[in-house]
Structures are given as structure tokens and as C-alpha cells.
């Protein structure tokens, strides 16, 4: 994963969540265990996310076993990318 | 429309976890075909408040043990909040506002609530773009005293209040000379509100007033669009309209009671839940672009002060009196207002016609249609905001016949 993408994801984070401390978030970091997120947080987090890098989260990755934990939020986040990223080839084609 | 994939899935898990629907719902509910649906879901039961609360523990997946819900109760007994969390398991017990009777406790996973809060917020930004800590929840319970100001000083960009509220901030800025700073969105939730209510808070506040329609039980069942008018939420939810012998109701301008399945809760399903609030189709496509099922809220559950009447069934007669019998129709909505045992405010919106003509009328039919003369009517025109009205309707319907 490229340097700035994860900063951008862990900028927003940091705007949801006042307590997180850029530095420390890791692959391990759990935003619901570790910064005590609610629900509306990360929807927050969500909406964030997706006015920044143009995209939509589906509604089957909207669960916090796949939000919550950093490394499967960041990696999912790659997985939309790739998409929007496929999909604007497609288009091309 | 309905979404096959999704009825399939609840329906399926309904059965297999939840004892009210296990005899209800065919076994192999997950494998019939669309058709099929067509024909087996408007067979099922629709519950409502009463038949929960008789009944409870038969509305909840097995997993939601009793003890589960005492301890959320406890919980909202010594924390005095609106929800409960179980540790760890990140399930939710919401209290229904008890509007028509005792609260019940609703039951949703953190996900359930995701998706639903997720769904909200998407239409929020259909009409500008809002953040969840952007807003400010007015209608908290736990705040008992909100001071106008405070919401000067901390320049929140949306405001989630209802009418009774909104109306007690707006009568404070008058008094105080103040304007609120940075505020894009108010959103009515909760309460009543007419489109020509709308218009006028957007005037005096300088924002957009946008109208959100849902239940504690099943969260968004429908968001006004930039034109004011109602769309059904149909990514979350498949609503109906029922009529008094749950027969499915598909035509334009006939009343019947908004009967909403969640797509989305599996804990504590909603399926063909009757909410109790009344409200019918609005014929054609919105203005605003949404092919999405426009309705028209009808505030059906203020009665008449000193009776046992709901104001609406009354007015309603009233107004059918006026337009198909009478011919006085030149006029976009009325709304009631009870000022007293015996007195009520008529506000007229868009009277393009004899005013005369109209009241007369209007007190003609009222004397039939209540078979009393003992009511005084004061008329006023094109008032800007009429809060708690207990009858609002517009003139506008393409078939009047449909409201007796």
C-alpha cells in the first residue's frame, strides 16, 4: 500500500476521532477496542471516506468486524479503489 | 419496489430464529422465485405496537435471551440513557418513544445500525453536504434544557429537532435579535410538518429544513427531497400502505397506514409493521428527479380537545365537503389548530378565492360534519408557520373520493 494512501485513511480517522494519535495507528489499531468508536463515528469515518476518494462502501462491507480493525478497513479500502480504478478502464475500453 | 434477494434473506432468517414467523414462512423461503414472493409476502401477518408488546418474546431471535433484556433495562434504569450496550457483543436495545402506549424495547446489531445510519446519512447529502459531527441532535432527551444560544456560540451546521422544539428556538431568536451562525441543514424528526411549515422555517433561518420520516424501531422510512416532498427509503426498507383490512393500497391520494419490513434487521425483525401513522401516494413523477415513491404524511394522531376524536378524520370530511360538494376549492392547503375547549385557528395557504365564500363553507360543513354549532373558527391567511396542527391537507390531490 502506498504512503499516502494510508495517511489520508488515517487523517479521517483523526477528524473522527479526536484521541487518535496519527503516529500510533497500526496495523493492529482497533478504532471500536482501542478509541472506544461508535457506531456514528464510523459512519462518520465512512462517509469520510468516501467524499475524499470517491467512492461507495456496499452495504455487505458495512460491518464493524471490517471497519473497525485498521488493517482490514485499509485493505478493503484498496480492494474499492482497485475498483473505481477497473471500472474507469472499463469505461475507456 | 421490492428487493427480492433481500425479503428472501430476512424472511429465511426470520423463520429459522424467530418463533413468531417459524410457522408462518415456508421452509424453503430462501429458494422461491420472485413470483413466488409476490404472492407469499403480502399473506404474511402484519404485526404492529400492540401485538409486540403482548407478545414479545416471540418478536426476538432465540439469541436474544430475557436476560439479555432485563439487564438493558437495568442498564437505561440506573444510566437513564436511550440505549444499552451489552459488552462485547455490540448489540443495541433502543426504546420506542411510547407515543401510543408503553415503550417496547427494539433490538440492533452495531452492523444493522451501521447500514441504516449509513443510508440516513446518504440522503442528508443528497441535499448538501453534511457530517455526522456536523449535526447536533436537539431532540436528546437527556438534554432537558437546550439554550438557543448555545447552539449560536457552537456554530453547529445541522440541527436534528422537531417542530415543538424548532418553533420554541425560533420565537428565541425573534426575542434576542439573533441569527444562528454557519447552520446549512435543520431536519425535522419526529413530528408532524406540512411543506408550507418547511418553507417558512427556511425563510426565517436561512437554510435548508429538510423532513425526516422514520420510527425507533426501523430508523429511516422516508426523507424529503430538495422539492419538500417525501421519498420513500427504499434501499433499507419496502413500505406499504395498508388499508383498514390490511389489503395493500397502490393507488394515489387513498389514506392508509404506513406498514414498513426492514431489510436490514435480523435480531428483532420488522416485517409488515404497521407504524400507525397515516399517509397516501402523491400521483406522478417528484420534480425533483427521485423516481422513488413520493408520500404525504397525514398527522393523524391529534384528537380533538374535551373528545375522543382524532382531528384528522374529522377535518378531512370537512375539506371533502368543501371541495366536492360545495365547489370551493381555490386554495392549496388548510391546516387546524385547537387554541381552545371550543376554538380553532384555520390557516389558509394560497387562497386565490373568495375568502367569504370559503369560511362560510368551511363553517357550514363543519356544523354537518360534527353535528354540533358550538365551535368558533377564526380564519387567518398565509400565516408562515402553524405548529401543532391537528389537520393538514392540500387541495392539490388528483382524486378526492379516495380520502372519505
Not at chain 1, 452495504?59 to 482497485?82: C, F, H, N
Not at chain 2, 450496550?85 to 407515543?99: K, L, N, P, Q, V
Request: hydrophobic content about 35%.
Amino acid at each position: 500500500m502506498c504512503h499516502d494512501f494510508e495517511e489520508r485513511i488515517k487523517r479521517i480517522i483523526k477528524g473522527c476521532l479526536d484521541e487518535v494519535d496519527i503516529e500510533k495507528i497500526n496495523e493492529e489499531t482497533n478504532l471500536v477496542d482501542d478509541y472506544n468508536a461508535t457506531s456514528i463515528d464510523i459512519v462518520q469515518i465512512i462517509v469520510d471516506l468516501e467524499n475524499e476518494f470517491g467512492i461507495e462502501f456496499p452495504e455487505e462491507y458495512l460491518l464493524i468486524e471490517k471497519i473497525a480493525p485498521y488493517k482490514v478497513l485499509a485493505s478493503i479500502m484498496e480492494e474499492l479503489l482497485l475498483g473505481v480504478v477497473r471500472e474507469a478502464k472499463d469505461d475507456q475500453i | 419496489m421490492i428487493r427480492y434477494d433481500k425479503v428472501r434473506k430476512l424472511l429465511k432468517d426470520a423463520r429459522d430464529e424467530v418463533p413468531f414467523y417459524t410457522n408462518m414462512i415456508p421452509e424453503q423461503i430462501d429458494k422461491v422465485s420472485d413470483k413466488e414472493i409476490d404472492h407469499i409476502f403480502p399473506q404474511i401477518h402484519p404485526t404492529d405496537k400492540n401485538l409486540i408488546r403482548k407478545d414479545y418474546s416471540r418478536f426476538v431471535c432465540n439469541q436474544i435471551c430475557d436476560e439479555m433484556v432485563k439487564r438493558a433495562e437495568y442498564e437505561r434504569h440506573i444510566g437513564r440513557t436511550e440505549y444499552a450496550r451489552i459488552d462485547g457483543s455490540h448489540i443495541y436495545f433502543e426504546y420506542t418513544s411510547g407515543s401510543s402506549g408503553t415503550p417496547f424495547i427494539t433490538v440492533k446489531t452495531m452492523n444493522e445500525r451501521l447500514v441504516l445510519a449509513k443510508a440516513l446519512w446518504k440522503e442528508r447529502n443528497k441535499l448538501i453536504c453534511i457530517k455526522p459531527n456536523e449535526a447536533f441532535n436537539c431532540n436528546d432527551s437527556s438534554l432537558h434544557s437546550i439554550e438557543a444560544d448555545d447552539l449560536v456560540r457552537n456554530g453547529y451546521k445541522m440541527w436534528m429537532v422537531n417542530v415543538n422544539r424548532l418553533e420554541k428556538f425560533k420565537k428565541y431568536f425573534m426575542m434576542n435579535n439573533l441569527s444562528p451562525v454557519g447552520l446549512s441543514l435543520i431536519e425535522n424528526a419526529g413530528s408532524f410538518i406540512t411543506i408550507e411549515e418547511q418553507l417558512a422555517y427556511e425563510k426565517f433561518f436561512n437554510c435548508i429544513v429538510s423532513n425526516y420520516y422514520g420510527c425507533t424501531e426501523t430508523w429511516g422510512i422516508a426523507y424529503s427531497c430538495g422539492n419538500k416532498e417525501l421519498h420513500l427509503m427504499e434501499d433499507t426498507a419496502h413500505i406499504e400502505l395498508l388499508d383498514e383490512n390490511d389489503k395493500i393500497i397502490s393507488e394515489c391520494g387513498r389514506v392508509g397506514t404506513v406498514t414498513v419490513t426492514s431489510y436490514v434487521q435480523s435480531l428483532m425483525p420488522f416485517i409488515r409493521y404497521k407504524t400507525g401513522d397515516l399517509a397516501y401516494y402523491i400521483p406522478g413523477k417528484c420534480q425533483c428527479g427521485n423516481p422513488v415513491k413520493v408520500i404525504r404524511l397525514v398527522p393523524n394522531r391529534n384528537m380533538i380537545k374535551g373528545t375522543n376524536m382524532y382531528g384528522n378524520n374529522y377535518f378531512r370530511n370537512i375539506l371533502l365537503k368543501l371541495i366536492t360538494e360545495y365547489k370551493i376549492n381555490k386554495f392549496k392547503n388548510i391546516s387546524v389548530v385547537q387554541t381552545g375547549l371550543l376554538d380553532f385557528d384555520v390557516n389558509v395557504i394560497g387562497n386565490f378565492g373568495s375568502k367569504s365564500v370559503l369560511e362560510s363553507g368551511f363553517v357550514k360543513a363543519a356544523k354537518l360534519v360534527f353535528e354540533r354549532d358550538d365551535y368558533e373558527f377564526v380564519f387567518h391567511y398565509d400565516e408562515p408557520v402553524v405548529t401543532k396542527s391537528i389537520f393538514s391537507l392540500s387541495a392539490d390531490l388528483c382524486n378526492m373520493e379516495h380520502l372519505i
